[in-house]
C-alpha cells in the first residue's frame, strides 16, 4: 500500500540544539501531519498543512516549532531550539484529501534530547 | 474539544479467546473513526474505518461496533492469536469543517498468550 518514509529514524541531540525531522508523504497526498507520541502514551496531534499553509495546529505545537515543504520536496518539522520535554517519536501523516480523512503514518523518528 | 476514552489500557487473553476494546468520544459531530495496530517499534497501521452511516463492520478476524447513540466505538478481536499481540488505538475525526485532526484514545496494550 502507499508508504510514508521518515528520516531519520532515530535523532539524539543536546538541549537548545535545532533538529529537523523529515518526511516524504506518499506522492499525491495533498495534505499532510504531525504527531507526537511520548512513550506509552496516545499519538497527540500537533498540526495539518495543506497548500502550503499551517490550517490547525494544537497547544503542543509551540512557537520553537515550523513546518514546511519547500517545492514539494520533504515535509519537515523544525524544532528550534529544542528542550528535554521534546523527546518523543514524532509521526508524519499524509491524506489524499480532506474529506476521505483516511490517513497514512510513516515509522517515525524517536528524537532523544538531552 | 474531543475527548476519547479508551478502556482497557492492558488486556491479557489466551490464544483463542476475543479481546474486547471499547472507546467514548465526547464530539456529537464526530463522523470519521478509525482503529489502528501499533506493534513495538513500528508505526500505526489502519485495521478499519467507519463512518457514522454503518453500525457493524467486519474484517478479517475482528468486528467493529459503532454505537452514536451512546458515544462508543468497539473491537472485538474473534479467536486472537499470537500475533494480534500489539497496542491498539482507536481515533476520531470531526466532520468536513476540521481539516481531518485525529483525536487517538490512550491505546490498549494486548498480550495474547500461546
Known amino acids: 500500500g502507499p508508504k510514508v518514509l521518515q528520516i531519520p529514524s532515530h535523532q539524539i541531540i543536546d538541549m537548545g540544539q535545532m533538529v529537523t525531522l523529515n518526511c516524504d508523504p506518499v506522492?499525491?497526498?495533498?495534505?499532510f501531519y504531525w504527531y507526537k507520541q511520548i512513550l506509552g502514551q496516545q499519538m497527540e496531534f500537533l498540526v495539518n498543512?495543506?497548500?502550503?499553509?499551517?490550517?490547525?495546529k494544537s497547544k503542543l505545537f509551540k512557537d520553537q516549532f515550523s513546518v514546511e515543504r519547500p517545492d514539494g520536496s520533504y515535509f519537515t518539522l523544525k524544532i528550534q531550539p529544542t528542550a528535554l520535554e521534546d523527546s518523543a517519536v514524532y509521526f508524519c501523516a499524509s491524506s489524499l484529501d480532506r474529506n476521505y480523512a483516511e490517513q497514512f503514518f510513516g515509522p517515525g523518528t524517536r528524537l532523544t534530547v538531552l | 474539544g474531543e475527548q476519547v476514552e479508551q478502556r482497557p489500557p492492558h488486556l491479557s487473553v489466551r490464544e483463542g479467546d476475543s479481546a474486547f476494546i471499547t472507546c467514548t468520544y465526547t464530539d456529537p459531530n464526530s463522523y470519521y473513526f478509525f482503529w489502528y495496530k501499533q506493534e513495538p517499534g513500528a508505526s500505526l497501521q489502519l485495521l478499519m474505518k467507519v463512518f457514522s452511516s454503518t453500525e457493524i463492520n467486519e474484517g478479517q478476524g475482528f468486528t467493529v461496533l459503532l454505537n452514536k447513540k451512546d458515544k462508543r466505538l468497539s473491537l472485538n478481536l474473534t479467536a486472537a492469536h499470537p500475533g494480534d499481540s500489539a497496542a491498539y488505538f482507536c481515533?476520531?475525526?470531526?466532520?468536513?469543517?476540521?481539516?481531518?485532526?485525529?483525536?487517538f484514545g490512550a491505546g490498549t496494550r494486548l498480550a495474547v498468550c500461546p
Open positions: 481515533a476520531v475525526s470531526a466532520t468536513s469543517g476540521s481539516f481531518n485532526k485525529l483525536t
Open positions: 498543512f495543506y497548500n502550503g499553509k499551517v490550517m490547525e
Open positions: 506522492s499525491n497526498h495533498l495534505y
